[in-house]
C-alpha cells in the first residue's frame, strides 16, 4: 500500500502520515515514511528526540552519496543509470514506533527543468520506494503531486489531500485533489482535520459537496496533540488523544478499500 499525504502547510498533515504510518507499522506491517517536504518535521512526530532529527541529513543534501551514485570524475557529467537499493538498508532511521524514516529533503518537480545530480538521486529513490517495495509507504509530501512525475504518481494507491476549514485550506486541497486525479492516482479523498465546531464541520462539507470531493473522514481539534507539540513531544504517545483514534480508524478504512 503506497499513501501521499498532501495539504496546504499548517493544516497537520505529517500528524496525519505519522499517525497512518505508526498504525500499519503496529498491525505487522513493515512501513517506511517518506519526509518530502521543504521543511521536514515527521522525525519528531514519529518519536525521534530533537537532538537526532536534527542530525539526520536529506538525502537532497547528502553530498557523499549523490557523488558515489552520479560521480563519473568529469565535471558536469554524470550518471543517470544506477542503483538506490542499498540507500534504503544505509539511510533510513528506525523511529521508536516502528517505522522506518527516509528524509528526501527538496524534490524538485518533473517541469522544473532541474537536471541535477541531487534531484536525479531523490527521484530515482522516490520512484523505487513507490512502484517497486514491496511494503507500506507513507509519504508526507509538500502541496501538489507534480514532483512525483506521472509513472510514480500513477503507482501510488491513495492520495489523501489534508485540509481544515479555512477557505485557503480548502482552495488549495481542491486544486491538489483535481491534479491527483488528472495524475491517474486510483483513490484520492480529502481528510478534514483540525475540526472544532459544528459550523467547522459543516464548512469542510459544503464545499466538499460543491466541488465534487470525497470526504473520508473529519478529524476533530485536539487540544492534547496541541500541548504535546508545544512541548516538542510525539502526539502519537498521546493515549487519551480522539484525533488520534480517528486517524487509526483511517488506516482500517484504507486497508478495507485496498482490498
Same mark, same amino acid.
Do not use: W
Given at each position: 500500500m503506497k499513501i501521499a499525504v498532501s495539504g496546504k502547510g499548517g493544516v497537520g498533515k505529517t500528524l496525519i502520515a505519522g499517525g497512518l504510518a505508526?498504525?500499519?507499522?503496529?498491525?505487522?506491517?513493515?512501513?517506511?515514511?517518506?519526509?518530502?517536504?521543504?521543511?521536514?518535521?515527521?522525525?519528531?512526530?514519529?518519536?525521534?528526540?530533537?537532538?537526532?532529527?536534527?542530525?539526520?541529513?536529506p538525502i537532497s543534501e547528502n553530498k557523499e552519496l549523490i557523488e558515489s551514485k552520479t560521480g563519473t570524475g568529469y565535471p558536469g557529467v554524470y550518471r543517470l543509470s544506477f542503483s538506490v537499493v542499498d540507500v534504503i538498508h544505509d539511510f533510513s532511521v528506525r523511529t521508536p514506533f516502528g517505522v522506518n524514516l527516509i528524509v528526501m529533503g527538496t524534490v524538485r518537480s518533473v517541469g522544473s527543468g532541474c537536471t541535477c545530480p541531487a534531484n536525479s538521486v531523490v527521484r530515482a529513490l522516490l520512484r523505487h520506494l513507490v512502484v517497486e517495495?514491496?511494503?507500506?509507504?507513507? @509519504?508526507?509530501?509538500? &502541496? =501538489?503531486?507534480?514532483? +512525483?512525475?506521472?509513472?510514480?504518481?500513477?503507482?501510488? /494507491?491513495?492520495?489523501? !489531500?489534508?485540509a481544515d476549514a479555512n477557505m485557503k485550506s480548502l482552495?488549495?486541497?481542491?486544486?491538489?485533489?483535481?491534479?491527483?486525479?488528472?495524475?491517474?492516482?486510483?483513490?484520492?479523498?480529502?481528510?478534514?482535520?483540525?475540526?472544532?465546531?459544528?459550523i467547522q464541520e459543516?464548512? @469542510?462539507?459544503?464545499? &466538499? =459537496?460543491?466541488?465534487? +470531493?470525497?470526504?473520508?473522514?473529519?478529524?476533530?481539534? /485536539?487540544?492534547?496533540? !496541541?500541548?504535546?507539540?508545544?512541548?516538542?513531544?510525539?502526539?502519537?504517545?498521546?493515549?487519551?488523544?480522539?484525533?488520534l483514534h480517528v486517524i487509526q480508524n483511517l488506516s482500517e478504512k484504507l486497508t478495507s478499500k485496498d482490498n
Open positions: 505508526y498504525s500499519f507499522a503496529r498491525k505487522g506491517l513493515k512501513t517506511i515514511a517518506i519526509d518530502a517536504d521543504p521543511s521536514p518535521n515527521l522525525a519528531l512526530t514519529l518519536g525521534l528526540p530533537l537532538e537526532e532529527a536534527r542530525d539526520i541529513v517495495l514491496n511494503e507500506v509507504v507513507i @509519504i508526507d509530501m509538500e &502541496a =501538489g503531486v507534480e514532483h +512525483l512525475g506521472r509513472g510514480t504518481a500513477q503507482s501510488v /494507491d491513495t492520495m489523501l !489531500v489534508v482552495e488549495t486541497a481542491k486544486h491538489i485533489y483535481d491534479l491527483a486525479a488528472g495524475a491517474g492516482i486510483k483513490q484520492v479523498f480529502l481528510v478534514g482535520n483540525k475540526v472544532g465546531s459544528q459543516e464548512t @469542510i462539507k459544503e464545499f &466538499a =459537496g460543491k466541488n465534487g +470531493l470525497t470526504i473520508l473522514d473529519l478529524v476533530p481539534f /485536539d487540544q492534547n496533540v !496541541v500541548e504535546a507539540e508545544m512541548r516538542g513531544e510525539t502526539p502519537l504517545k498521546c493515549r487519551e488523544s480522539v484525533a
